[in-house]
C-alpha cells in the first residue's frame, strides 16, 4: 500500500503560487495514477487534479484548468502540484493519493488510506 506526505502549503496571497509535493513511500508509484484533492471548511473533499503512471495523461477539475499543472517524478516517488494565479476559493486542506488508474484518480470517494495534507491558504 502506497503512504504519501503533502507538503509545500502555506499562505500566499491571491494571485500568487505555490508548489505542493506529495511523497510517496511503502511501494514505489511508478505503477499508479496520482491524484490531488481538496477539502474547504464545510464541504466534502473534492477533485483537483490527476495524473496517469507514466504523465502521458492529465485531468483537472474546471475550476483549476489553466491555473494549475500536475506532474511527477517516478524516480523519486513524488508527485507535484504546481498552483498559479491562486484565487481565495483555493484554500483548502489540500491531499494526494494513489490510484489504480486516472478515472479512479478523480473519485476520492473510491480511495483510502489519506495522508494529513497541506493547508492552502489565500489571502484576498
Known amino acids: 500500500q502506497v503512504q504519501v506526505v503533502e507538503s509545500g502549503g502555506g499562505l500566499v496571497q491571491a494571485g500568487g503560487s505555490l508548489k505542493l509535493s506529495c511523497a510517496a513511500s511503502g511501494r514505489t508509484i511508478s505503477s499508479y495514477a496520482m491524484g490531488w484533492f481538496r477539502q474547504a471548511p464545510g464541504k466534502e473533499r473534492e477533485f483537483v487534479a490527476a495524473?496517469?503512471?507514466?504523465?502521458?495523461?492529465?485531468s483537472y477539475a474546471d475550476s483549476v484548468k489553466g491555473r494549475f499543472t500536475i506532474s511527477r517524478d517516478n524516480a523519486k516517488n513524488t508527485a507535484y502540484l504546481q498552483m498559479n494565479s491562486l484565487k481565495p476559493e483555493d484554500t483548502a486542506v489540500y491531499y494526494c493519493?494513489?490510484?489504480?488508474?486516472?478515472?479512479?484518480?478523480?473519485?476520492?470517494?473510491?480511495?483510502?488510506?489519506w495522508g494529513q495534507g497541506t493547508q492552502v491558504t489565500v489571502s484576498s
Open positions: 495524473i496517469t503512471w507514466s504523465g502521458g495523461s492529465t
Open positions: 493519493n494513489a490510484a489504480a488508474n486516472l478515472k479512479m484518480a478523480t473519485k476520492p470517494d473510491e480511495l483510502r488510506s
